[in-house]
């Protein structure tokens, strides 16, 4: 009882790594669109831009994070009851929680910022399968293990052959 206590903490601890990790990279992911497309990655401005990075990605990942969090524990969960564990599920699952993302902001923006015009919508929803690719190399490839039953132990020596 103890021992599948302790793994559903454990895996519990390894979604949450899952995660943040998947919010840092799609942070990262929308920072290399948004410098690519206002023309930053010029030789003269290229290291204040990187210089920027390492602070800028955190803050927009925890953005990033508290936004996605509903539509991602529902692909989270979908994921787990169902036991996927292949990188193409978790990169359709990123794009779904994107564009669920989208639906739910689209109403709430200012006037002057659409959500659904085709390259920012584009680019969310290549920033949410990048998150789910990154959550499937922490966390995606042992989905559904905490379901699983452990192996039974097998003895270590053979007994005795009776001759």
Not at 9 to 32: D, E, Q, W
Request: glycine share 12%; no cysteine; hydrophobic share 55%.
């Amino acid at each position: 009882m103890m021992g599948r206590l302790l793994a559903y903490l454990i895996r519990l601890a390894i979604i949450l790594t899952g995660y943040v990790t998947a919010a840092l990279a799609a942070s990262a992911f929308i920072h290399l669109l948004f410098l690519g497309s206002a023309g930053f990655l010029d030789a003269d401005l290229q290291p204040v831009a990187w210089a920027a990075m390492p602070v800028s990605i955190p803050i927009v990942a925890l953005f990033v994070a508290y936004f996605v969090f509903v539509p991602s524990v529902v692909a989270i969960a979908v994921a787990e009851l169902l036991g996927r564990r292949d990188w193409l599920t978790y990169a359709v699952l990123g794009a779904a929680v994107a564009i669920a993302f989208i639906g739910m902001a689209s109403g709430n923006v200012d006037a002057g910022f659409d959500l659904t015009s085709t390259p920012l919508a584009l680019g969310i929803v290549g920033g949410g399968m990048v998150g789910g690719l990154a959550y499937w190399l922490i966390a995606g490839r042992g989905a559904g293990s905490w379901r699983s039953e452990p192996p039974p132990e097998l003895p270590t020596s053979p007994g005795p052959s009776g001759s």
